[in-house]
């Protein structure tokens, strides 16, 4: 079975998520731009989620940790939750 690891910025906004977007793309740490704007929990752990397997997740961000490059910062991504980064850190097929 698939699993991955991943972390993520949660926000309310897509303008928001854009504007942190540049920032991390500009050279700022993902988990200290997590830390400080994500509206999830796992912002104060650098925004990592842990390892999960396909389904575990909402849709939309499955989509992306099952299909998307590793170590890139993928986004805004819609959720019912609101707008997310996401950065896939692994993923075993």
Do not use: W
């Amino acid at each position: 079975m698939a699993t991955a690891t991943a972390r993520h910025i949660l926000v309310e906004t897509e303008e928001v998520c854009q504007d942190l977007k540049e920032q991390i793309e500009g050279g700022k740490d993902f988990a200290a731009v997590a830390a400080e704007f994500s509206a999830c929990p796992s912002g104060q752990s650098g925004g990592d989620l842990g390892a999960f397997g396909p389904g575990q997740m909402v849709r939309e961000f499955d989509e992306v940790v099952f299909s998307g490059d590793l170590n890139t910062v993928h986004g805004p991504v819609k959720t019912q939750f609101g707008y997310h980064l996401i950065q896939i850190t692994s993923r075993v097929d």
